[in-house]
Nanobody
Framework: EVQLVESGGGLVQPGGSLRLSCAASGFSVGSVVMSWVRQAPGKGPEWVSMITIGGSTTYAVSVKGRFTISRDNARNTLYLQMNDLKPEDTASYYC??????RGQGTQVTVSS
């Protein structure tokens, strides 16, 4: 059974950093394309970043240069390092497989 569990969210001041984790089970994170997606209150899902099987990464324009996606195949975990956070980054963040499986999400709130 595919399971994804996100963690690492919280309340942070503008300019701060957080690292999100997505612990996977039932499959290997290195064997599929993995993405981070976020959804702010009252808005639709917004794709944030993706990492391919080969390790290539892509980012939404809104986070490029500030966020970094990575994975640890040995820990079977996907990460999202978020730096220079802005209030507009406030959202629930979840990881998603290319097959559509997703976790429950972790809340990120950027506020002074």
């Amino acid at each position: 059974e595919v399971q994804l569990v996100e963690s690492g969210g919280g309340l942070v001041q503008p300019g701060g950093s957080l690292r999100l984790s997505c612990a996977a089970s039932g499959f290997s994170v290195g064997s599929v394309v993995m993405s981070w997606v976020r959804q702010a209150p009252g808005k639709g899902p917004e794709w944030v970043s993706m990492i391919t099987i080969g390790g290539s990464t892509t980012y939404a324009v809104s986070v490029k240069g500030r966020f970094t996606i990575s994975r640890d195949n040995a820990r079977n975990t996907l990460y999202l390092q978020m730096n220079d956070l802005k209030p507009e980054d406030t959202a629930s963040y979840y990881c998603r497989t290319s097959g559509g499986s997703r976790g429950q999400g972790t809340q990120v709130t950027v506020s002074s």
